[in-house]
């Protein structure tokens, strides 16, 4: 079935399936995009339909085959100059790292992810991803590497919410008083 339909029309299923909440079926429009796009040598959407099937399979708890899926991803974004999907992709295994228990080997791809978003202007993801290593230092007691990390990611939000405009004024009076 899936043999006669496009690779972009099977990712938009991918999608629709994910919004629906049946990730299964999402996995698998993603992974026949991925071999779509592969066979028509369109290596930037490959990366992305990974980066798609890398999210399901993370909700399905499919750790393994979430990290297979996203591993690459990054460099292949990174040398198309494109440093929104690499922070994007670099964040998505990060997050399936830590899942995965290897909370330490998160930390620098969460930096790495922070770093690419930055460069690319995306300020709010950025704050997203250094908010998700602040809550993985949390969780293992690592208290002002935490506050440290959400700072970090509030710095270069030029548009702050007022959640974020207050999140801004306690952390930094916090850890430097």
């Known amino acids: 079935m899936n043999d006669t339909k496009s690779p972009a029309v099977l990712a938009e299923e991918g999608k629709r399936y994910y919004q629906q909440g049946?990730?299964?079926?999402?996995?698998?429009?993603?992974?026949?995009?991925?071999?779509?796009?592969?066979?028509?040598?369109?290596?930037?959407?490959?990366?992305?339909?990974?980066?798609?099937?890398?999210?399901?399979l993370l909700q399905v708890r499919r750790l393994n085959e979430a990290l297979e899926a996203v591993t690459g991803t990054d460099a292949i974004f990174a040398e198309a100059g494109d440093h929104r999907r690499q922070g994007m992709a670099l964040a998505n295994r990060a997050t399936v790292v830590n899942a995965l228990g290897r909370w330490k080997d998160a930390i620098p791809l969460y930096g790495q992810a922070g770093e690419a978003l930055e460069k690319a202007g995306e300020d709010e993801m950025r704050a997203d991803t250094m908010k998700s290593l602040a809550q993985m230092y949390m969780n293992h007691g690592r208290f002002t590497d935490a506050v440290i990390a959400m700072q970090e990611g509030l710095r270069g939000v030029k548009n702050p919410t007022p959640r974020q405009k207050f999140l801004k004024k306690i952390l930094f009076r916090r850890l430097w008083k």
């Open 22 to 56: 049946d990730f299964i079926k999402a996995a698998e429009r993603f992974t026949s995009a991925a071999q779509g796009y592969a066979a028509q040598n369109d290596v930037l959407m490959t990366a992305e339909a990974k980066n798609n099937l890398c999210v399901v």
